[in-house]
């Protein structure tokens, strides 16, 4: 089966500064990767996806994300965060005809 | 992409008794995913919905707890059945997008059983 380990929990970074969210996967074969973001007391929102081509995926509200196959990690970034980047991510992989999901990381940008 | 309704937004229910979520999507699709978030928790996908024939449930996941109806293409319900505090969670209904790439959500339902 296919997986997403997201090792942190939480991610503290100051507004202004870079924000990473870290993501590795295991898969057989072509990975279909993807970015989630949950506001509180509101559903999931697509952020990018990798699916094939350029390894640096741009996505919505400034966020990127780089695809390395040598690492096998798929880390969402964001050059310069905001105070409403303040959510939880979640990273998944497509696993035959579902998503399967990372255990999410919150993120908290401090003013 | 897909807008997908999902009521009701938050309830809190009585243990013992059952619970119909409702998923509405503004365009026909094969599937739709109900998925259970526990609290703190990660997406755990229950089961996959398929128009014209029976709920695909996961490991874990039995219809008698979590029966699905999906009576069209736009449309589907999922019952929490005999509710523990256990089933507090947050339900989302969930649809691919095109080539069963990416997914879209529901907003979710907050279920809270006291």
């Known amino acids: 089966a296919q997986s997403v380990a997201q090792p942190e929990d939480q991610v503290n970074v100051a507004e202004g500064n870079p924000l990473t969210v870290k993501c590795t996967y295991s898969v057989s074969g072509n990975p279909y990767l993807f970015w989630y973001v949950q506001y509180p007391n509101r559903g999931l929102q697509f952020l990018l996806k990798y699916i094939t081509g350029d390894n640096l995926v741009k996505g919505s509200y400034g966020f990127e994300a780089e695809f390395n196959k040598s690492q096998t990690s798929f880390h969402l970034k964001k050059p310069s965060a905001l105070v409403s980047d303040s959510a939880l991510y979640f990273c998944a992989v497509r696993d035959e005809y579902k998503l399967s999901f990372g255990a999410g990381t919150t993120v908290t940008v401090r003013a | ?114």
């Open chain 2, 1 to 114: 992409s897909a807008v997908i309704s999902q009521k009701p937004s938050r309830d809190i229910c009585q243990r013992g008794t059952s619970l119909t979520i409702q998923c509405q999507v503004d365009s026909q699709v094969t599937m739709m995913f109900w998925y259970r978030q526990q609290p703190g928790q990660s997406l755990t996908l229950i089961a996959t919905a398929n128009q014209g024939s029976e709920a695909t449930y996961e490991s874990g996941f039995v219809i008698d707890k979590f029966p699905i109806s999906r009576p069209n293409l736009t449309f589907s319900t999922l019952t929490v059945s005999n509710m523990s505090p256990e089933d507090s969670s947050i339900y989302l209904c969930s649809v691919p997008q095109g080539t069963y790439t990416e997914a879209f959500f529901g907003q979710g339902t907050r279920l809270t059983v006291v």
